[in-house]
């Protein structure tokens, strides 16, 4: 297949990781018979600094006549001050907006290895394989806003039609996973969560392949932590989403190696790790590209339809790090840490391996 | 000193822990020479079911006149059809607009003979001792909320009066503990938000001897997982305070444990523990009262200025906990369980010795 890839490095350690995951990608193409074609964009700061907005007509232009984005990552010290316009941020929330990537998918599954990382009890953390979905162009994020003297107003505000799009999404991811979801709301006092309890009720007819559990927010925000490996695919609204994934990415100790995808129902998406620009290692070379890496993988996976190729991607990783291959933020006391590019290295590597392997049994 | 307590023992465990809490209550009268009266009102399911509401009239008319209320828990699975209107939580936020109680004082604090129950590693567990003061009659909890067919509306309002009364709070207390606060917000999406921080920024003058810093919801969900002994008071709004002090609540292993004050600025307040109504073990006499005892203990501290019968009943609980008393929920595997009423007696035992020993000291 023959795919246009769009590359927005961003700011502080985004650039690093993302040539990690281009690297990778373009392994891939080769072993797999693809073509990718990359093509680079501004955005966030270094969008702020080149063209004097977060998120130029440039960026959205590339972005427009590609097949899908990947991101490193936006902000840092620099720009902190910057009215609110300028912010990097701002870039993140127009491109969602602009390409109505409405369904934000934060997976996150324990990895054996790095367990000891977790700041839960080993055996609390090492059954967690969920995936929270956010929605991620509505509620209180674009409601209308105002601000007199002495007031300060924001609005949640949710369709019928937008809350469909994202528990049909989340339905359908869990079909293909353990076949639960959790529709997260605050029922018992919001307008827009009795409505979005509503639509769940309704769409779960279509469904009878899934189960359907209902919990309010604060209950959730408990059970992430004294039971996360009861969810399965976790669906909730924009805000209550961006909450509960981060309180998610950080129960098993791999933040640093979390992907995420942004998509929109025809394939079109937007990729980028979890963690942030990391200001304070920025340019040293020794970021951990795993995450990038792997939000390369979804990409793979959700806009290309790639599965083999994603999945390769993702027991290369996870063998790498079984080896016992870390960087810096993961290395043990006195264990070596090897730079973003020898880890990456490592990866291509394994992948090497694996399909050298297949070679001989195919053959 | 002579003061009237509204006692609402509410559904489940409500009345048995209250029950609990009150023969405390009684012994600290006896022992510091105060003179409690005790009234009694329907709260919840209980209401409903008696009165045809959750927040009845004659409540509202017996809390009116007292001092403080002690609370112990709505909610069941009997109510759970019901019509929104005739919820037993409606009692709760009914009681909090109604009599203006503002701040929601959550402390959350390591028991060191119970860190083997909490989710967290012992270690991240081992230093937390934090209090979440959240906004508790204002957002989107009591904004305009609209429903039409196919969209749904809630509204996030905050004048900066409801603001600056709440942010003087969190000051106060941080003054009394360990001198920081963490403001919380999202004030890169919301205005209400940027409204709250602009207030936080202009109190913070007044107190020099406090700390400050803002962080946003987001990151504040992770950091109370990865690092919460880095928290002394953390104030926010009422929807995000609703999630963190939830998730707050879990991470040392004592939810059963955890007090709180529903407060406003003239001494009236509302105690009750934060553990629900437990239908599962409701009527067995089994439930914990340590939760409603310490609540009872903030009642002494914040509505009547009685620290030394607070701390005196902190320490009585303290203590009878390290000396290996359990109620069921904290038991450990084959350890014996004590009923609520043999643990409560245990903690009086407690408090009568401390006042013994003190008799001794001081005569
Ligand atoms: C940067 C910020 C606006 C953004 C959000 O809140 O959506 C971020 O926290 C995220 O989750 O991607
Ligand atoms: C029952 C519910 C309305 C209530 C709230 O959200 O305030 C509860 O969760 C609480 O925190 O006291």
Redesign the interface.
């Given at each position: 297949m023959e795919k246009t890839i769009a590359v927005l490095p961003g700011d502080g350690i985004g650039p690093e990781v993302t040539r990690a995951a281009v690297k990778v990608l373009k392994l891939i193409a080769r072993r797999y018979q693809h073509e990718f074609n990359f093509s680079y964009g501004l955005i966030g700061g270094a969008a702020i600094d080149a063209l004097d907005s977060p998120f130029p007509k440039e960026t959205a232009d590339a972005c427009g006549t590609a097949d899908a984005v990947l991101l490193g990552a936006v902000g840092g010290p620099k720009w902190d001050n910057n009215p609110?316009e300028l912010?990097p941020?701002k870039g993140l929330?127009a491109i969602r907006k602009h390409f109505g990537l409405f369904a934000n998918l934060r997976p996150v599954k324990a990895v054996p290895a790095l367990l000891s990382a977790?700041?839960?009890?080993e055996e609390?953390a090492a059954g967690v394989d969920l995936m929270i979905v956010r929605e991620l162009t509505g509620g209180?994020?674009f409601?209308e806003?105002?601000?007199t003297?002495?007031?300060?107003?924001?609005?949640?505000?949710?369709?019928?039609?937008e809350i469909s799009r994202i528990v049909e999404q989340a339905f359908e991811l869990a079909r293909v996973r353990r076949g639960k979801v959790t529709s997260v709301d605050?029922a018992?006092?919001?307008?827009?969560s009795?409505?979005?309890r509503e639509v769940v009720e309704e769409k779960k007819a279509a469904y009878p392949d899934v189960t359907v559990e209902h919990q309010l927010?604060?209950?959730c925000?408990?059970k992430?932590?004294?039971d996360p490996s009861a969810f399965d695919v976790v669906v909730t609204e924009n805000?209550?989403g961006?909450?509960?994934?981060?309180?998610a990415?950080?129960?098993t100790g791999s933040?640093g190696m979390l992907p995420s995808a942004s998509i929109r129902t025809d394939g079109f998406g937007l990729y980028e790790p979890v963690h942030g620009s990391g200001p304070d290692i920025a340019g040293k070379g020794i970021a951990n590209p795993a995450a990038a890496i792997l939000s390369a993988a979804m990409m793979l996976r959700y806009s290309f339809g790639m599965e083999t190729e994603a999945a390769a991607i993702e027991e290369a990783v996870q063998t790498v790090l079984e080896d016992g291959c870390r960087t810096a933020d993961l290395a043990e006391a006195g264990g070596r840490s090897l730079t973003t590019e020898e880890w990456t290295d490592k990866v291509i590597e394994q992948l090497d391996a694996e399909a050298v392997s297949e070679d001989i049994m195919f053959s």
């Open positions: 609110s912010r941020e929330l977790s700041p839960l009890k609390k209180l994020y409601g806003k105002a601000r003297a002495d007031d300060a107003y924001d609005t949640l505000v949710y369709s019928r039609e605050k018992n006092v919001l307008e827009s009795r409505l979005w927010v604060d209950s925000a408990m992430l932590i004294t805000m209550f961006d909450i509960l994934s981060d309180e990415s950080v129960i933040l």
